[in-house]
């Protein structure tokens, strides 16, 4: 059987650019998609001066779409300020690979959302962030959908692992349904802290869970 697959998006799946960690970033997100309970982080290194990221990489949890759209989209980013980066789309790296599946348009979606939201982790970890509304419990609600929930790979709210959500003057509480000494616990907590604290007008985050 021969794979739908351009030569392009095989080429990047075998050889793919620019993947692992950086130590140290000055960005840096993981992103789940809803759609299938992949993940995808992305890690920039950003020069203050000229606001260009200056370095980038990528670890997939995803399959060969996302592994090749990561790889496609680090190296469009590279060089280009966060303004230029931001607006690169998940079309313009489907193109860039010579087109896609229609059925894994969302893998493009999940490695292009990481890095908008390693973008945006270094503009709210340096004070960039120019729309600054009020944070809700909407805002946090949104941020959870995008960590997952490890037991089911599926994210924490979709899971109703989410108990509760408090946000009040500069606080954010949020409740978890597990037990503190549960294995994925600390993980859990560690990836909300990372998603809430850098919301420009929260000073604390407290995870709480539930036994
Ligand atoms: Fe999950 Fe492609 S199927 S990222």
């Given at each position: 059987m021969k794979f739908p697959y351009s030569e392009i998006v095989l080429e990047h799946f075998r050889h793919p650019r620019n993947?692992?960690?950086?130590e140290d970033p000055d960005g840096k997100a993981m992103e789940g998609s809803p759609a299938c309970g992949d993940m995808v982080a992305v890690y920039i290194k950003v020069d203050?001066?000229?606001?260009?990221?200056t370095d980038i990489k990528f670890e997939s949890y995803g399959c060969a779409s996302n592994i090749a759209t990561g790889s496609i989209i680090t190296e469009l980013a590279?060089?280009?300020?966060?303004?230029?980066?931001k607006k690169i789309t998940w079309k313009e790296a489907a193109d860039a690979l010579g087109g896609l599946p229609p059925i894994k348009v969302h893998?493009?979606?999940?490695?292009?959302?990481?890095?908008?939201?390693?973008?945006?982790n270094y503009e709210e970890r340096h004070g960039l962030v120019k729309e600054k509304e009020p944070t809700?419990?909407?805002?946090?609600?949104?941020?959870?959908r995008r960590v997952?929930?490890?037991?089911?790979?599926?994210?924490l709210i979709r899971t109703n692992l989410v108990r509760d959500i408090e946000v009040k003057d500069g606080t954010?509480?949020?409740?978890?349904?597990?037990?503190?000494?549960?294995?994925?616990?600390?993980?859990?907590?560690?990836?909300?802290?990372?998603?809430?604290?850098?919301?420009?007008?929260?000073?604390?985050?407290?995870?709480?869970?539930?036994?």
């Open positions: 993947v692992g960690r950086i203050p001066k000229t606001n260009c990221i590279k060089g280009k300020t966060l303004d230029e980066a893998c493009s979606v999940l490695a292009v959302e990481g890095l908008r939201a390693a973008i945006r809700t419990v909407e805002e946090v609600r949104r941020r959870l997952m929930n490890p037991l089911t790979g599926l994210d954010v509480r949020v409740v978890v349904a597990l037990p503190a000494g549960h294995q994925f616990a600390p993980a859990i907590r560690e990836e909300i802290l990372e998603k809430v604290e850098t919301l420009w007008d929260v000073e604390q985050v407290l995870v709480e869970f539930t036994e």
